[in-house]
């Protein structure tokens, strides 16, 4: 708690903010968001931009501790989303969410269809153009079989879940999908170096965003297998470090495409 009222006593705004909680007992959208970016900005400053996990859990219960009334609405998706919205912002971490269903699903099924058919290819854009997001079902997949395993896996639950802890290896996260079936899963679990971390949701696309910001929120690599998809959801959805990080010429080409698609949509 000291941390962080210390922060916001010395930055400029900080004390409106401070001021505001001690007579309405909570904050508006607004303030919220400028407490996050001045928090953020001091963070960065003292710690670089990729913060230890400790060091972000330490702003995170900061927060919650010296305003105690923002720690439901703040945390309702668990401290892995609370984590990346520290390490970016508010409008980063609800860009998948938001954003999926009505622009990119829709536009990468049509670039989909613009590359050679293949029986797996046409299988899977059948299902993606079939699969409700708010379902239990999984993410479409990509193409490699290999990469597919490593993104998803299906666990039924009439079996043991430590079983499957200890033939799992490697610090590259991914979702273990559990249910009686796979058209019916009932949780999804983020699955990384021999831990179990429930997800907060149980719709495939709400589980697979918090996979995605859970390699920032524990500072692990992409699996190498999967790089140019998370990088290609890196830059096109979530917009962080674009024209940084390095991406492969099929990435860039989807990237401007889609984006290119967003700004004629936006001038119709």
Request: with cysteine; charged share 25%.
């Given at each position: 708690?000291?941390?962080v009222e210390g922060v ?116 899977l854009v059948q299902s ?141």
């Amino acid at each position: 708690m000291m941390l962080v009222e210390g922060v916001l006593q010395s930055k400029s705004g900080g004390e409106e903010i401070l001021q505001e909680y001690e007579t309405t007992e909570t904050l508006t959208d607004a303030t919220r968001r400028q407490m996050v970016n001045i928090l953020v900005a001091d963070m960065i400053d003292k710690h670089g931009h990729l913060p230890t996990k400790a060091i972000r859990e330490k702003y995170a219960f900061g927060i919650v501790t010296l305003f105690p009334s923002l720690k439901d609405p703040y945390t309702k998706k668990g401290y892995i989303d609370q984590d990346f919205s520290l390490l970016f912002n508010e409008e980063t971490s609800s860009r998948l969410l938001q954003k999926w269903d009505v622009f990119f699903k829709p536009n990468v099924i049509k670039e989909a269809k613009r590359f050679t058919s293949t029986p797996e290819l046409k299988s899977l854009v059948q299902s993606a153009e079939s699969l409700q997001s708010a379902g239990g079902q999984k993410s479409p997949k990509i193409s490699a079989s290999d990469a597919v395993e490593r993104l998803v896996v299906f666990h039924k639950s009439c079996c043991s879940l430590e079983e499957h802890l200890r033939g799992q290896r490697g610090l590259q996260p991914y979702l273990l999908a559990v249910g009686r079936q796979k058209s019916k899963i009932d949780s999804f679990y983020i699955v990384m170096d021999k831990c179990l971390i429930p997800c907060q949701t149980n719709g495939s696309l709400g589980a697979f965003d918090e996979l995605f910001k859970a390699h920032f929120v524990f500072n692990v690599s992409y699996d190498a297998a999967l790089m140019n998809f998370y990088t290609f959801l890196q830059t096109t959805v979530y917009n962080i470090d674009v024209g940084k990080i390095k991406e492969s010429p099929r990435v860039r080409d989807m990237r401007a495409r889609l984006l290119n698609q967003s700004l004629v949509l936006s001038c119709e």
